[in-house]
T-cell receptor, first 111, second 113 residues
Framework: QKEVEQNSGPLSVPEGAIASLNCTYS??????FFWYRQYSGKSPELIMF????GDKEDGRFTAQLNKASQYVSLLIRDSQPSDSATYLC???????????FGKGTLLTVNP | DAGVIQSPRHEVTEMGQEVTLRCKLI?????LFWYRQTMMRGLELLIY????????DSGMPEDRFSAKMPNASFSTLKIQPSEPRDSAVYFC???????????FGSGTQLSVL
């Protein structure tokens, strides 16, 4: 059973701070890693993806991947109240299309 | 681009009734996924199709659930008979490839009384 684990939170940070979200996965054959943001009552939307070890930056978001440790993280710099949402980590394996999602971390950014 | 379109947005039904959820893929996408989301279990994959063919239905809870993809752009998820424990948000999502991003529909909030 492939598993993706996330701290459910809530993670509370003040406005302007860096929010750090973490995810571990069990399948060493995993090849693609995604972060989705889900506002309450809405559908998940993709905000970052990473395939190779290291860091990937896009605006205020940085995804970090360490395949040896089976660990992926998302950093949000200069957090805004509009970043308050649940962040879902998703992991894909090999040649199939199947993504396994974590249960998500609830982030609250306080003004 | 209209995105992934799901209907209905909300469905309230009584235990034992048949429920049909509908999904229209984004044009050009060849893979479709049905997910179910609850607070307890998070986002669970029920079934996915590639080029209209069901590839993995191991997440379908039991025989009461069935899914079809009669053409390249449309899919249905049917629950018959429905039970209160089926209450959840059901999402469909589509993509173009195994490592490409997934686009989600707005979801169907199902309540079985």
């Amino acid at each position: 059973q492939k598993e993706v684990e996330q701290n459910s939170g809530p993670l509370s940070v003040p406005e302007g701070a860096i929010a750090s979200l973490n995810c571990t996965y069990s399948d060493r054959g995993s090849q693609s890693f995604f972060w989705y943001r889900q506002y309450s009552g809405k559908s998940p939307e993709l905000i970052m993806f990473i395939y190779s070890n290291g860091d990937k930056e896009d605006g205020r978001f940085t995804a970090q991947l360490n395949k040896a440790s089976q660990y992926v993280s998302l950093l949000i710099r200069d957090s805004q109240p509009s970043d308050s949402a649940t962040y879902l980590c998703a992991v894909g394996g090999g040649s199939n299309y199947k993504l396994t999602f974590g249960k998500g971390t609830l982030l609250t950014v306080n003004p | 681009d209209a995105g992934v379109i799901q209907s209905p947005r909300h469905e309230v039904t009584e235990m034992g009734q048949e429920v049909t959820l509908r999904c229209k893929l984004i044009s050009g996408h060849n893979s479709l996924f049905w997910y179910r989301q609850t607070m307890m279990r998070g986002l669970e994959l029920l079934i996915y199709f590639n080029n209209n063919v069901p590839i993995d239905d191991s997440g379908m809870p039991e025989d009461r659930f069935s899914a079809k993809m009669p053409n390249a752009s449309f899919s249905t998820l049917k629950i018959q008979p429905s039970e209160p424990r089926d209450s959840a948000v059901y999402f469909c999502a589509s993509t173009t490839g195994p490592h490409e991003k997934l686009f989600f529909g707005s979801g169907t909030q199902l309540s079985v009384l």
